[in-house]
């Protein structure tokens, strides 16, 4: 792509990133990637903005285009949607370490169904069999499925139009395992063993409402539930979940037990041993979108920027270069200690975020230690350096949620060690496996 082609991208980049960045470097970051690194402009955009802008800005086009649901291609950056909310609650969440109120659900039109998320949910009550117009909300692909994001910049406002949906991914239902259930199944049969459930009130469209969540297993995997009303779920017990539907939050399927659902009790005995953390490869990982309390092997292969010694806002959480606050100005930062790997287990990778105390036991290195280091040589730097080289080609087992995102899966651990390797016996089974093929 020659640079009068890129000329209109780079306005666009310059309309999204503001003052901020120059345009030489958009340009020059821009060229990089395209022409250097044959990335599709597109991505590269993304690229871009995720590196020099601050999270969570999105394109915007001067005239969005309006399109189906059915004719989404989950690359949209700006798309104007008029469709009937299929079902949709609000949800309170955790963001950087900021509580947060999102909305979201599944929409439907003529052509098609897709999960929504409204980011700044806070105030937002769509009532599920109501027609809205959503502007300037952009799409993402996960896991082959459309998801509909509407961001700052989106709008809502009820619609007068009628709109008949297509049955919500409808059918019969089908019999499901749990380690087997992914976003999109309208319909599902699972049995499984309630590890633990709770009674929370929460105000759906002004109304309280109860609802009961918790864990359920069985020999497949883990997954989170929530009844819509009281079945008298009782932890230990095992029953029959009917007409069921999942909806994944950032990739992690969740069982949701709505009007149609009936639950039974089952003879089906998992034993005490489920409920556990369930061995995961990174592939099946990918395949479903992410999990609960999942355990993965593998190697790390590379340690990324932001590790070791790091800065956060006292304020929001975030993590922060130079006391400067993009949200919050010049603060007082708060010193912290982070691990971000990127762990290989032969089938695919995953981004790992690994916590401080977790980070002090896997490097033996202490927050005040490296807060010492980083004083005697003047150098925040050397820490982090001296970190990285104590996790970097290990062998490490680790378990943790598996959240999505558009850059694939992420494990927040909860728990990581090293495995030894054992060379010697290594090589004797690779040389009895070679033996074995001849
Ligand atoms: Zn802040």
Not at 104 to 114: C, E
Not at 186 to 205: A, C
Not at 225 to 253: C, H, K, M, Q
Request: proline letters at 3%.
């Amino acid at each position: 792509m020659k640079g009068n082609e890129l000329t209109p991208h780079v306005e666009e980049l310059k309309r999204v990133l503001g003052k901020k960045v120059s345009e030489e470097d958009i340009r020059a970051e821009l060229d990089n990637f395209v022409n250097r690194f044959g990335v599709d402009v597109e991505n590269a955009k993304k690229a871009i903005v995720r590196k020099l802008g601050d999270e969570g800005v999105s394109f915007i086009t001067a005239d969005a285009v309006k399109k189906k649901i059915g004719d989404l291609t989950g690359n949209e950056q700006s798309v104007d949607i008029t469709a009937k909310v299929v079902f949709g609650e609000s949800k309170d969440v955790t963001v950087r370490g900021q509580p947060k109120t999102i909305f979201s659900g599944i929409l439907g039109d003529d052509t098609g169904t897709a999960s929504f998320t409204v980011w700044e949910g806070e105030g937002v009550e769509l009532e599920t069999g109501a027609v809205y117009e959503f502007r300037n909300a952009y799409t993402r692909l996960w896991n082959e499925r459309v998801q509909i994001n509407v961001g700052n910049r989106g709008t809502i406002e009820a619609s007068k139009e009628r709109i008949e949906t297509v049955p919500y991914s409808g059918g019969e239902p089908v019999d499901a395992k749990i380690g087997d259930l992914r976003e999109g199944m309208g319909s599902v049969n699972v049995t499984g063993k309630v590890i633990d459930v709770e009674r929370r009130e929460i105000t759906v469209r002004g109304e309280p409402r109860v609802v009961f969540s918790g864990k359920m297993a069985d020999d497949t995997g883990n997954v989170q539930f929530s009844a819509w009303e009281d079945f008298g779920l009782v932890e230990g017990r095992t029953y029959t979940v009917s007409n069921a539907y999942v909806r994944a939050w950032r990739g992690i399927p969740q069982l949701n037990m709505g009007d149609r659902a009936s639950v039974e009790e089952a003879d089906a005995d998992f034993g005490d041993a489920v409920g556990g953390p369930t061995e995961s490869t990174i592939s099946e990982i990918i395949a479903v979108g992410g999990g609960i309390d999942v355990s993965v092997t593998g190697v790390v292969v590379d340690v990324r920027q932001g590790s070791g010694l790091i800065q956060r806002c006292p304020e929001c959480n975030r993590a922060i270069l130079n006391g400067e606050c993009v949200s919050h100005g010049t603060v007082e930062p708060v010193l912290d200690l982070r691990l971000k790997l990127v762990l290989d287990d032969g089938t695919g990778a995953m981004n790992v975020h690994v916590g401080r105390e977790l980070t002090e036991k896997l490097t033996g290195v202490t927050l005040d230690a490296a807060v010492g280091l980083a004083k005697a040589r003047g150098d925040p730097e050397a820490a982090s350096r001296g970190m990285a080289g104590k996790v970097i080609i290990k062998q490490m087992k680790a378990t943790g949620n598996v959240l999505s995102d558009e850059f694939g899966p992420m494990m927040i651990a909860r728990e990581a060690e090293f495995l030894e390797i054992d060379i010697d016996a290594e090589a004797k089974k690779l040389l009895s496996e070679m033996e074995a093929t001849i």
